[in-house]
């Protein structure tokens, strides 16, 4: 039997909304994040999603949460599938990273 896997990026999170970098930080969704997460359940309702499965930071497994409300499923929570940790950037707003890191950023 063919099975499909559709990715989903976490909704917005705070450090999204404050342009900084998270990586491993573990940030919450903002309210706009939890309205995109439920968004996004209820598009994927017209597939037959059997399994969600997320990391263990806070906003990929509260988006992960509501969308399995929405489609009445219970996320596995797997860390291995964490977003890349990047260093010494961590913490830091995009802005600063243009300004004094751009060789590097490019």
């Known amino acids: 039997m063919l099975k499909n896997l559709y990715l989903c990026r976490h909704g917005e ?5 404050k342009k900084i ?18 968004l996004a359940g209820e598009q994927l309702k017209k597939y037959s999603i059997q399994k969600i499965y ?11 949460t509501v969308i399995g409300d929405v489609l009445g499923i219970e996320p596995v929570v797997d860390k291995r ?22 060789q590097l950023w490019n």
């Not at 903002?30 to 439920?38: C, E, L, S, V, W």
């Not at 961590?90 to 990273?97: H, P, Q, R």
């Open 13 to 17: 999170s705070e450090y999204n909304a």
């Open 21 to 38: 970098i998270q990586g491993h930080i573990d940030t919450f969704l903002t309210p706009k994040g939890i309205f995109q997460a439920r």
């Open 54 to 64: 997320t990391s263990d930071l806070r906003r990929a497994y509260q988006t992960a």
């Open 81 to 102: 599938i964490r977003e890349m940790h990047f260093g010494k950037w961590e913490g830091l707003a995009y802005e600063i990273i243009y300004k004094d890191h751009t």
